[in-house]
Structures are given as C-alpha cells and as structure tokens.
DNA sequence: TATATTTGTGTCAAATTAACGCAAAATAAA
DNA sequence: TTTATTTTGCGTTAATTTGACACAAATATA
C-alpha cells in the first residue's frame, strides 16, 4: 500500500481531582511553544512510534505535570480537519481521575512546575479545540457518576460518608437527600465502614470513615449496577 | 515541529442490521488485497487527508458495501501498535445502524457484492483485531438499548409492537414480560400508537402500528432517562 | 366449528423511592 | 458552664414503581 497519508496521531488527558474546598478540578498546562504559546491547554502531546495510546497518555502526564493518574480510560477521539493549525492531527482523548491525596500534592508544589488545577467552573481560555473536548470529558464524569461508582476514585481511600456525599451533589449541581443518599449507597454493598472515626473539621458529630470495597464493586459490575441519585 | 511519526489513520464500520427472521446482524466484507485477502472484516479503510473521520465512515461504506446509515456514532478507537501487520495504524471504529427497510434490500442483492449480512451468533472469523472491535460494538449495542431507545433505528419507521419485543428479547437474550415491557416503553411517551392495523403475519389479533416521536424522544434526553427492563 | 396463536387491558402484592422526623455527639457562642 | 448550632446516625411512612399473572378479543389454522 502507498502511504500517500500524512495526518499525526496525538493523545489528550482529562485528568479530574476533587477537594471540598477546591470542588471538581481538572489538570492544565501552560504551553511552552508554538501554536498556542502561553496559553493553556490540556496535558497531551504524540504518540511514538511503538508505544500504546495508554502509555502515550501516561507518559506525556508524567512529562507534563509529573502526575501519576489513578484511573484511565479512553474518552473520545477529535479527528477534525483543522483542528491543529500545523497539520492535521487527530487526538485520542483519555479521561483520567487523581485521588484527593494527589490532588492536595500537586496543589502544594504547583509554583515551580507549569501546571495548574483549575475548579470545572471557573476555567481560563484554551488552545486548540480543547474547550469542546473538556465537555465531552465532564459530561462524562457526570453521567458516569450515575451508574459506576466512578466518584469514590476522586477521594482517598479512607473518607468521611459526607465527603461522598458533597462530591456528589457538587458534580450534580443540586442538593441530595443525605439520609437516601446513604441508604441507597450502603446498599450496593461496596462500602465498608470502619470503626475509626473521620478526623475532626469543624463542628457536628464525627462520622466513621468508610473505604471502598473494590472486590465487591467488581462483582457488582458483572450483573450491572444501577445507582439513581 | 518535525514529523517522526509514521502512523496511519484508518476508520472501520460496524453496521447492525435487524429482521425478525434473521434477527441482530452486522455487515461484514469480503477483502480484496493482502493482508487477510479473501478473510471477512468489517468495512474501512484509510481516511483521507481533507475529510472528518464521519465522512471518511460513510464514504468508505458506500464504497464497499453500498449503504447508507441512518444512524452513526463513534465507538471505541484502537491503538495497539502491532495490530495492522503492514505499519502502525490507528483506527476509529464507527458504530452504525440501518434499519429494517435497508437491511432487506442489501440481503436481497448481496450476491453481486463482496458485503455480507451476518447474525451475530454466527459469524466467520476476521482478520486483524476485528472481531475484539465487534465485541465492544455488541456490548455497546446491548447497553444502550437499556438507557436510549436506539432500538427503534433497527426497525422500520413504522412497525407493530412485538417487532419492538422481539428485537429486545433478542439483544438481551432473555425473555421479556410482554406486558410489562408496553407499559414501560409507552411511559416514556416517545411512541405514537396509529389507527392502522399492522400487516398480518401469521396466526393471532392483528396489532396497531406504532411510530418513534422523535420530537418526544429530544425531550426526554434533555432530562436524561432511565429504561430498565 | 374448535383450537391455537397473538394482541390488548387489567389486577394486585411486593419492593422501592421520596420526603421527612428526631435523637446523639461534637463544636461554637453566650 | 450553659445554651445554641452543626453534623451524624437511624429511623418512619405514604406514594410510586415493579414483577408476576389473569383473561378476553381477534385472527389463522386444523
């Protein structure tokens, strides 16, 4: 076959991290060259010639923003003619979520490196069609939210029920019932409850911690799971 | 920046197709040239250089198979770097429906053409990794059926309701409560229920025709819906 | 004409959901 | 120290939804 082919293949990542006093936050870098120079944009960048989509993402994450992500999967691909105004360049877009540990850290030593957490609502300008592909990606999560238990990968292992429960209402933009809430989650019986109690933040009653369980979530995912919020 | 890469960029089709006789098939051809020359794939093929990777989908349907979709959208794309054993080449796998009408017509004149209806119970082995892409497609096609009535864009625009049981009965491989199933998908208001009488077809009462409200059906994605069978 | 087949319309108990009440355990204010 | 205030844990109850069936009506077929 000739190769009368000349299109360039990328990879984009989506990475989202959570903190209550932070909210729903996604990962940016400032671009260091041309085109878009300055201006920010998602962390991304070719594939070579030998590695897998999975490990571009994850290379270019660890280039980029020094991040290793928690979980990974592919989100949609952007092949426009002209949606790189170098050559045409299709990018296979990753959805990626850092747990809350991480998201503190990254926080923490944000100054020296060139990327930044930006909350979902209040985001700078972006190069590129990246604007559109970080709908794509929080549409996502929001649905996602619905029918996996996606959201228990943005907090720690270890977490007080109400960060779960703020997490939820965060990215679903309305209040929830906190007593269903709970029912309705503790049935699925993915959740453990342990008998340390959370670690003291302001006033209330302490709660236990709760950890995920993820050899019960697996068996749920075999017969499909439901959750309805 | 310098051009390393050589990866190409190809676009494969998994066209469901249904009739109650030949229930849930997907359109396979022929291959002419080498590599897999003679094997059964799916339809694809190179996108070109000014063309969206939608196009480049319906254009190489036309060109191998001759149909026209009526419904498409992107499904998985992949990437493994030894799955082409020519060069490295990434594909966006597309997935598409036609309905009944279509499906028959292909069927009855198939026998000049290189393409091929196949249940997919019973299909032939392919080449590259294409039967794994065929597996995502059919899960994807079992899961949506359960939260978007993309099974209407199987059948025909008219059609009598157990057409409607049967293809769900079918994909999900289990039997349906006849009963149950009508007050569920009537609930969602997307069906309008005709004064005509559906042709006969065997034994048994004659059933009104239904048709899909499209209309009705943007509405309810809008709010988002759930349709647990 | 009797029988089998398919469609249309219900019924009803069980399970699930949504809305809300209230006491217990902590902090914050008086 | 006493009294709010906040947050958690554990309910109750009515309304709704689901799942399992019953049965009559309209047709083809034996």
Redesign the interface.
């Known amino acids: ?1 000739k ?7 990328a990879v984009d990542a989506i990475v989202f991290g959570y903190s209550k006093e932070n909210g729903v936050s996604i990962l940016l870098i400032k671009r260091k060259y041309a085109p878009f120079k300055g201006k920010w944009a998602l962390p991304g960048g ?8 999975e490990k571009a993402v994850e290379r270019e994450l660890k280039e980029e923003t020094g991040i290793k992500i928690d979980y990974l999967e ?1 989100l ?2 952007f ?3 002209n949606r790189d105004p ?3 360049t ?1 990018s ?1 877009a990753y959805f990626g979520i850092v747990n809350a540990s991480k998201f503190q850290k990254l926080q923490a030593s944000t100054d020296a490196s060139e990327a930044e957490w930006f909350n979902i609502k209040d985001l700078p300008a972006l190069g590129f069609d990246h604007r559109q592909i970080l709908s794509v990606a929080i549409e996502r999560l929001r ?1 996602k939210i619905k029918y996996e238990p996606i959201g228990f990968e943005l907090l720690n292992q270890r977490f007080a029920f109400s960060e779960l429960e703020n997490l939820y209402s965060t990215l679903l933009d309305r209040p929830i019932d906190r007593r269903n809430f709970k029912k309705k989650v503790m049935k699925l019986g993915i959740l453990e409850e342990l008998d340390e109690k959370a670690p003291k933040s302001g006033a209330g009653r302490p709660g236990n911690l709760f950890q995920f369980n993820k050899n019960a979530y697996d068996r749920l995912l075999i017969d ?1 799971m ?1 959750f ?1 919020i």
């Open positions: 076959m190769r009368t082919q000349n299109i360039s293949v070719f594939v070579e010639e030998k590695e897998s989509l592919q949609y691909t092949g426009k003619p170098r050559n045409r299709i296979v649905s499909g439901h309805e």
